[in-house]
């Protein structure tokens, strides 16, 4: 316990010490931080847009006359492509139209005889499972028509992998960024206290009592950071929220407190463990060279 | 604590012979001088003892503490034994007296309260009571070889080793270091000295080890010469 006092004391005046670095150094981890929210929160409202647009999308597929459903609906089962199918029995199907034409209606009565096919409506999972049910739809003989939105389906897939993969990238790189930031600060710290830690080990200080507060700097400074971006991240997003429901209400865009406050305490935790990792590295390739006997 | 040193060589890069085969057996309680001109081999004997070198052959135990195969795990714990005054002082230049002794108990997890209790009564010991809240530099080099003492001392160990604890300072100032030295050594610490000072060795008598080049030339008790490192 007394240790981890003397641990906290150090760590304020390790960010004191050099207030300059110690402002410098947050406020890049916070910018980088804020990169990396803006970046992720971009790519999980494209993930939910795409999402909901895959919600929606169907797979109509109509049987040849006479033909029933039984082989279509035993492929369509045995997919695990498929999240729902609906079987549409041909009176359904005129129900349907007749709902469709209103006023019209009556034109239905000129042809007589039901002539609509049996058909199913499927939901698929994934964007990209359609068009390998809809291959394996087609091959089969009681199929005589399979209808989907081919060049939209193809466009939200394409757009879904260059989404994740560009905030991937983005990411990688903005936590290098921040890696790399509060590594240096700690190092530069370390080496202005190279002369203490240097008597520590001699007079037999434990590793852990002299990582401890490089440690906790380390984790204040990405806590702190992380912080700072979430402020500067809220406020952003809040505006844009604003500004979209006004002019594009059609667009889906996540609104939920619980996702959102789930994001920004995930963000929060990465910039505390950042912290924590780099100036552990940094702190432990010194402590370990220190204790080494030459 | 008792210290036995059996076929000690060390070689630094390169090829640079700083002890050759020495023996060197100091019993608990004992008080030993280590003289020797500069690059005999003193310093290095020192810290072969605070295990900061290893030796490049020999054995070396400190208490029932084989010093080879201590474990780095274990090094903390068998330094706090070992309290050393270094030569050029090891102060921490941004700290008060008082923070130099104190972070040595800091360092050892002791609570607050007991720090501030030993560490003022151990300053209080080395005649440095009126100056605890001054930093190195204020301090004369008398004055800052006994902040480095009371930093050795502070935590009680059983073994206690300086090196030219007198050197570069008067007659006087070192006559009032050696006494708070055997004060330290009649409490029944193991107390190892590296000094050329010639004056202080013939003033208070104790047992006299001689490296030269780096070997054993000579160990005298109480009047008693052994040549060469035989015992």
Partial sequence: MASFRYALRDTFRLLFRHWGLSILTLLTAASVLYILGFASLFAMNMKYMISRIEGALVVQAYMKRGETTDKALELVHSS????TVNVITPDEALDRLRAKLGNQAQAITLLGENPLPWSLEIQVQKVEHITPLVRDLMVLPSVEE???????????????????????VILMLTLLISTLVIFNTIRIAIYSRKEEIEVMVL?????????LPFVFQGMFLGA??????????????????????????????????????????????????????????????????????? | MDIRMSGVTKVFEPEIVALEDVYLSVDSGEFVYLIGMTGSGKTTLLRLISREYLPTRGQISVGDRNLRKLRSSELPYYRREVGVVFQDFKLLQNYTVFENVAFVLEAMGIPPKLVESRSNEVIDQVGLWRRRFLRPPQLSGGEQQRVAI????????????????????????SEEIMRLLLSINAAGTTVIVATHDQHLVDSYRQRLVELHNGRTKRDERRGRYFIDGEL
Avoid at chain 1, 228 to 257: C, H, K, N
Avoid at chain 2, 150 to 172: H, I, K, Q, W
Wanted: proline share 4%; hydrophobic share 50%; aromatic share 10%.
């Fill in chain 1, 203 to 211: 007079i037999g200080a434990t590793p852990t009592y002299i990582s």
């Fill in chain 1, 146 to 168: 399979v209808l989907y939105a081919g060049k939209l389906v193809e466009r939200l897939a394409n757009l879904s992998r260059t989404s994740a993969a560009v905030s991937g």
């Fill in chain 2, 150 to 173: 009371a930093r050795a001392m502070v935590n009680s160990p059983s073994v206690f080793l300086a090196d030219e604890p007198t050197g570069n300072l008067d007659l006087r100032t």
């Fill in chain 1, 80 to 83: 695990p492509l498929v999240s």
């Fill in chain 1, 224 to 294: 702190g950071g992380a912080a700072i971006a979430i402020i500067g991240l809220w406020s952003t997003y809040a505006s844009a929220v604003e500004m979209i429901r006004s002019t594009l209400a059609f667009v889906d865009i996540i609104v939920d407190p619980r996702i959102l406050g789930q994001f920004f305490l995930f963000l929060f935790g990465a910039g505390a463990t950042t912290g924590w990792m780099c100036s552990w590295l940094a702190v432990h390739r010194f402590t370990s060279q220190g204790m080494r006997s030459r």
